[in-house]
């Protein structure tokens, strides 16, 4: 499947509170600039109007920016006390900055910081207050209409297959109104020609449309979540004492797995509501007795696996690996299913309020691909997916396989995934370039595989937050 293209208009409206005092004789005045970063280097987008004599301004102008789904945005917040009328920054006193993503911004609506000085020092007391508001409306509307009475013509139009196609009327109105129609209610409206009602006096209208139903459907993108990270611990990836393993960490304290993990997660982090992640290992010996494990908490707690952001999942990857053997098989399936347990206990759900996704970091080398296939294929019919990023430079055929983009994924028994929910990243590949690529092509495919589980089961999404 392609990537569905997932933009959203937003208005960004800013207020800050105790501003540092630049100025002697009076309060500072105030005004703010918004830069978003283009290769490395930050690239003004706008100014506030200037707040005189105010060290807690709202300001009245309002950024206007397009939110792209599967980037990473980073934008940076900086105040200024108007000094001279320049409009060279040097000119003016720094008050303060804030820098962040504008995924955090939109996730939370609203965003309240402190803000900083360029030495990364509190600027005083000083606060920022974000605020988003989603201009676009991405929601995909089905309507059921039939006319009744119309003028001896077919729909509005009258379809003529030489293509002069006869005008016969037309009506406005609004989602609000045509959501009425639901639960046996139906909606009508006048279908009027503007021509035939200026000629005519006694002209009432030109027929009657019925809508019969009307089902919205929310914006799809606000329910991705990435919730669980599986790592691969399999002698395939070499002894970690040895610097020739994937998991051996330098002296520079990283190695390939933590590059993806850090890399990928800073990407992810943005979509999760709770910024915890249950982070799971798979082909390992674990202490006392040294048994393998395919599906063992990261942090040694079946009980709480939860990591706080990708920093607690590096830290707890770090911690674990003196205390585990590096073993195998490499086996999939067990962290699939355990997965798609949690998914299955959602199925139960009217409204789309639960999507599970399983992140699993691996060097590419598989030993249940039969079972493997059959996992995803059962998986497929939930609300869940499934992001591999492949670490190393093995060959990742077996999971372009999995992926399924050039063909259907089918179980060892014959049956056919009824959709694609397995996106395959190789590391590799983006190693070099900038995290705004991998991110493009990590979440390229989610949007779709969400939108598409959610309308197979004829589930529109509520506003809750997903798993």
């Not at 497929?380 to 077996?398: C, E, H, Q, R, T």
Request: glycine share 6%; proline share 4%.
């Amino acid at each position: 499947m392609g990537p569905q293209n997932c933009v959203t208009r937003v208005e960004l409206s800013v207020c800050c509170g105790n501003l540092l005092d630049r100025d002697v004789a009076s309060k500072s005045d105030p005004f703010l600039v918004l830069f978003h970063e283009v290769d490395s280097n930050w690239v003004e987008i706008g100014r506030t109007e200037t707040a005189v004599n105010n060290l807690n301004p709202v300001f009245g102008v309002k950024f206007k920016v397009d939110y792209h789904f599967e980037e990473v945005q980073k934008l940076k917040f900086a105040l200024f006390d108007e000094d001279k009328c320049s409009s060279q920054l040097y000119e003016h006193d720094f008050l303060g900055e804030y820098i962040c993503t504008l995924g955090v911004i939109v996730s939370n609506k609203k965003l309240h910081r402190s803000l900083t000085l360029a030495n990364g020092k509190p600027a005083g007391k000083g606060t920022i207050t974000i605020t988003a508001l989603e201009l676009s409306d991405n929601r995909l509307i089905t309507l059921t209409l039939y006319g009744r009475k119309l003028d001896k013509k077919v729909l509005c139009y009258d379809y003529d297959n030489d293509g002069s196609h006869d005008f016969i009327g037309e009506f406005q109105t609004t989602v609000t109104k045509m959501s009425e129609a639901q639960n046996s209610l139906e909606v009508e409206f006048e279908c009027i020609n503007p021509k035939k009602q200026k000629k005519k006096k006694s002209y009432k209208n030109s027929g009657i449309i019925i809508l019969k139903s009307c089902k919205v459907n929310q914006n799809t993108q606000r329910l991705i979540d990435i919730h669980y990270v599986g790592i691969d611990f399999t002698a395939s990836n070499g002894n970690p004492r040895e610097p020739s393993s994937l998991h051996y960490i330098n002296p520079l304290g990283s190695n390939e797995y933590l590059s993806a993990i850090l890399a990928v997660g800073q990407i992810i982090q943005d979509y999760d509501t709770d910024k915890m992640f249950p982070a799971l290992g798979f082909g390992a010996q674990l202490p006392p007795d040294w048994k393998v494990s395919h599906e063992f908490a990261i942090n040694f707690d079946p009980t709480n696996p939860f990591c706080q952001g990708v920093e607690g999942i590096a830290q707890a990857y770090s911690a674990c690996l003196p205390h585990i053997r590096f073993y195998g098989p490499t086996n999939f399936s067990p962290i699939i299913t355990h997965v798609a347990r949690f998914a299955t206990q959602a199925l139960q759900q009217e409204t789309a309020a639960q999507y599970f996704t399983l992140l699993i970091i691996t060097d590419g080398v598989i030993s249940d691909m039969d079972e493997a296939r059959h996992a995803i294929v059962q998986a497929a019919k939930l609300p869940m997916s499934i992001i591999i990023i492949g670490v190393g430079n093995a060959d990742f055929a077996a999971m372009e396989f999995l992926d399924g983009d050039s063909s259907v994924l089918r179980s060892y028994t014959g049956e056919e995934a009824v959709r694609d929910i397995v996106q395959f990243v190789p590391f590799r590949d983006f190693r070099n370039a900038p995290k705004e690529t991998l991110a493009k092509s990590v979440l390229a495919e989610l949007p779709q595989q969400v939108t598409q589980y959610f309308k197979q089961r004829n589930l529109s999404p509520s506003n809750t937050a997903l798993e």
